[in-house]
């Protein structure tokens, strides 16, 4: 190789690495919307570019009059809309319970916190031609309708989009009394955060196309309290028209925390008015305007004692008559559902993580947390003192029940067992027999229903082992978090990653995880059928050629959650 020819090569990488550097960095472009243009940036993602815009608002700020109303539609701006800055998160208090600990930090605002947060954030792969009809997956936040943010790291879309060419969406929504607080009248009619999402959804589907998105193909994608959401909206007639497929993570709209009665909805509002020093029985309109004036992060501050009890989330969607006309488990017991195809599943150890902050006194970050049979006594009354929500107790032989239930009787006295059988009765009660339930209900009407158990205990963890795989677990892996090397996850998870991405993506793309667009189909994870329950147990074994199947989501338990604790707790 001569030297000029050496030159030109040395030159043509520099200019390579420096124009990649300047990419990953961010370079700006533009969109125009149907309120106005909006400038985002593009990056590079292991090669490949994705347009970002971040903080696009989709309604007018909720200030002032505003709070506790549904939103309002937005003006259009003049000129171009910064849109390379992550936008505020709703109001919310950070999770200080274990300090700087890792493994609670990663869920904290990182973000300016205010109730001017009504924005949402676009990530849409550039390809060549760009922004052409993508199938779009929109995300939905949990954090038990008291906190979250949809510009969390762990919610990065960049690899959920570059990965998969595929558009993702994702809003910030009011939550906790700002998002659900209700009197009843039209000055508070409640469900202002589901108004919220009805309202990005509804900017989707007028304004996705201008970022390559197919607004007949969207997705929505939501864990825990934002699954919940998300099977209430495919209850609500509001729900129409605004999505065609639907992946449950680890909730469902039936869950005994997801919504409440407009009666117990006032009554908890009323309680939080005076705890606020507002006169609960003056007159609605006087009360709200006494709440109006309140400092917004009171609001956070005050709500947690309104309620008491496991899983007992103080402000949670109401059955207003409007957006819900009855209860979920009546819709779906009497078919009234959006038709869609379903993904839906539950992590193997969802309870753990509530028994550290509910009863710390018993479990712990920093010890095996073993439990007496004694203390198991203790905590099971404790844990299960309210059915199904606050503030209806159980009766004494509900709770023996349950203990019954959840007793190895060949090992009745094993501490570990012990241990193990508090959380899968908490976990069982709160989140994977909703989970099952909601799969049978639909799976009934003859509909595609794909179920999986994430069972893969995250090499990274800063969890004690005790607590397993925890509720939440599985979102690092759908958002491709092991492809980041700061993560330092090991090889095999950045494939499992890219393995779940592939198959939820795929489901995005054509209603069916085992092929994409164009594909040949494989069968690796068959339909779920109410009278089979076969489900993908997701873990390393995908990778190689390990049992992949299971069949019954714990039968025995959920139904006893669903016909015996039910039928005893009636005869209160």
Known sequence: MDVDTYLVLVYWHVAMVTLQSLFAQGHKTLVMTDKGQVQGKTYYVHGKKVDVFYGIPYAKPPLGDLRFLHPEQLDPWPGVLDATKKPNCCIQLPDTVFGNFSGSSVWNPNTKVSEDCLYLSVWTPRTHPPYTNKAVIVWVYGGAFMTGSSVLDIYDGKYLATENDIVVVSMQFRFGALGYFVLGSPHSPGNAGMMDLRMALEWIQR?????????????????SSGAVSIGLFMLSSLGRGLFHRAILQSGAPQAPWGTYTLQEGRRRSLVLAELLGCDPKASDRIILQCLRKVPAMRFPEEEIRVVEGVAQFPFIPVIDGTFLIRTPSQYLREGHFKKIPLLLGSNANEGSWLLVYAEPAYFNINTPSLV????YNIVMDKLFRYYPQYPNELNHLGKEAIKFQYTDWLDPYNQSRLRTNVEQAVGDYHFTCGVADMAKTVSEHGLDVYFYRFSHRM????????????????????????????????????????????????FAKTGNPNRGPGEMEIQEWPKFRHN????????????????KWGKGVRPEHCAFWEHYVSNIAQMS
Do not use: A, C, R
């Not at 007496?372 to 203390?375: D, L, R, W």
């Not at 969890?463 to 978090?481: N, S, T």
């Open 372 to 375: 007496s049979k004694e203390s």
């Open 532 to 547: 089979e329950q076969l489900f993908l147990d997701i873990n390393l074994d995908l990778l190689g050629n390990g049992n």
């Open 459 to 506: 090499s990274t963890h800063s969890w004690p082992e005790w607590m397993g795989v925890l509720h939440g677990d599985e979102i690092f892996f759908v958002f491709g978090q092991p492809l980041n090397k700061e993560m330092n996850f090991t090889g095999d998870e950045k494939k499992l990653s890219k393995k779940i991405m592939k198959m939820w993506t795929n």
């Open 207 to 223: 304004n996705i196309h201008y970022f390559g998105g197919n607004p007949h193909n969207i997705t929505l994608v939501g864990e």
